[in-house]
């Protein structure tokens, strides 16, 4: 799953245990309802966070995780947590074929010209039909 939008928290790692840290964000959507959801990256993940900042547009590559819990007293709970692996610039679109000043795969190679030429009105005579 994916989600896009722009980092508005990007908080600092967190070492929950001696083999466990995690670095979360928050990500808010660009939607009529924009929403702002917390993603977290962990382990060796962490480190895909250093080549973002707040404010940035991204692209999150993500997994959801549940999980259940049972308190000293018996109690169930569940909860939900999305875990980010991939994160990317989210770079707007370019129109196919490039822009105006995309570069042209032929350069300035000159049409052919002369009798039966591409530059001629008139069709080759060679066809095989």
């Known amino acids: 799953m994916e989600l896009a939008g722009k980092i508005k928290v990007l908080f600092d790692t967190q070492n929950i245990s001696a083999k466990f840290r995690k670095r979360e964000l928050v990500l808010v959507t660009d939607e009529r309802y924009p929403q702002q959801i917390l993603v977290e990256f962990t ?31 018996g109690d169930v709970k569940y909860f939900v947590s999305i ?3 991939r994160i990317d610039p989210l770079v707007a679109d370019q129109p196919e074929g490039g822009g105006p000043d995309a570069p042209s795969d032929f350069g300035d190679v000159p049409l052919p010209d002369g009798p039966n030429g591409y530059g001629s009105s008139e069709p080759p005579d060679d066809i095989p039909f």
Do not use: A, F, M, N
């Open 43 to 73: 382990q060796d993940k962490i480190s895909l966070l250093d080549r973002v900042s707040e404010g940035d547009e991204v692209r999150i590559q993500i997994d959801i995780r549940g999980r259940e819990w049972k308190s000293p007293r």
């Open 83 to 85: 875990q980010g692996w």
